[in-house]
């Protein structure tokens, strides 16, 4: 519908237009992904995971338009590769673009109590939040120094009990990219 109405050549060569396209449905992602919570992103149901499923197949369309080759599909995904990468760099370089765009973090436990503003703010349940309590190691809320709904979705929860339990090692490993050294 915008490609059609546009009338400049460069936007008549097939490539461009799957570029162009595919764009749009990423930037609409973000943004309604924002829109409706970042909490899914890290705590994903089988709800959840159909609905990405069906969304992915919803929007393939709309970024190759009647173009259904292997080219028109293989420009598509390198065109979110891109933008994505893209995307992660000004993240990176800008803490005003990525608060906008990813949000922020929410305090979601202090002292062993829970902050019941922020947890409706974030739709997050009172089960919900003793259940991430439990899975970091502590028994319940009130054993919780700190928890912290992360950008990603993830929740970080620092208690004594996850101190002690935390001396024992972690399969898995964070990858930092070399990042933190560099100034």
């Not at 924002?34 to 969304?55: H, M, P, T």
């Not at 992915?56 to 080759?69: D, F, I, K, L």
């Amino acid at each position: 519908m915008i490609f059609d109405k546009l009338n400049i050549s460069l936007l008549h060569d097939p490539v461009i237009e799957i570029i162009l396209r595919t764009i749009c449905v990423y930037v609409f992602m973000i943004i309604a992904i924002r829109v409706f919570g970042k909490k899914e992103l890290a705590q994903l149901s089988v709800i959840d995971l159909v609905f990405i499923l069906l969304i992915s197949n919803s929007v393939q369309n709309a970024m190759v338009g009647p173009n259904t080759s292997l080219n028109g599909g293989l420009v598509a995904a390198g065109s979110l590769f891109l933008v994505n990468f893209t995307l992660k760099k000004i993240f990176y370089r800008s803490k005003k673009i990525s608060s906008f765009i990813q949000g922020e973090t929410i305090l979601l436990i202090y002292n062993g109590k829970a902050n019941m503003d922020n947890c409706k703010k974030a739709e997050i349940t009172i089960e919900e939040l003793e259940a991430a309590v439990r899975e970091h190691g502590a028994k319940d809320i009130q054993k919780v120094e700190l928890a912290i709904l992360e950008v990603d979705g993830n929740i970080s929860v620092i208690s004594n009990e996850y101190q002690n339990r935390s001396m024992v090692s972690h399969p898995r490993k964070h990858k930092f990219k070399g990042r933190l050294n560099q100034n």
